[in-house]
């Protein structure tokens, strides 16, 4: 296992770089949110994973080790595909992808190129589990869920934002950054002034 790659980067495609390392160029596969952390370097490390079949060795880097992480986690349920787990992580940050799937929000795989809906629902489903043990994915500040004792208002004002058209991991972040005590109207404007400001 390559556990990553150090190099100065001779080429750059839409969804690959090349790391020349040791005198051997190698072709990383990667995703927007990696290329776009490389724009402005000459040099760089990506941590890899590499898949292997019968017919085929590829090689896939990220910019961070969470974004790995997701990856991987994306890839181990059945359906996705290495093709899928970029396309999804080149539209979600690992935090928004880990947030998405503690919060049930499928919609927000289905942003990503060729990921139907049952795909996605598969996603939050086998990776609900999982995603919960995965605090660095997470954030210590994240808050996937909301004790209705304490913020008995929060279900509804993200229910009303996701009905104005953001998704559930969208909502639930915006809710989360505001007082507890805060009425459902207030929850939801002050939840779209967060969002506006995003």
Partial sequence: ????????????GSDMVV????????????????????????SATLYTHLAVREDDLSLYGFA??????????????SGVGPKAGLAILSVLTPQSFALAVATGDSKAFTKAKGVGPRVA?????????????E??????????????????????????LVTLGYTQSEAATAIAKLDKDLSVEELIKGGLKVLSGN
């Fill in 64 to 77: 961070t080790y969470d974004e790995l992480n997701a990856f991987r986690l994306l890839t181990s349920v």
């Fill in 19 to 42: 790391v020349e390392c040791g005198g051997i160029g190698y072709y990383v596969n990667t995703t927007l949110t990696t290329l776009s952390a490389l724009s402005s370097k000459t």
């Fill in 121 to 133: 629902q598969r996603i939050t489903l086998e990776l609900k589990d999982k995603v919960s043990k």
């Fill in 135 to 160: 605090t660095e994915l997470l954030g210590e500040n994240a808050d996937v869920s909301f004790d209705t004792d304490g913020f008995p208002n929060a279900e509804q004002a993200v229910l009303a």
């Fill in 1 to 12: 296992m390559i556990y990553s790659i150090t190099g100065n980067i001779t080429y750059r």
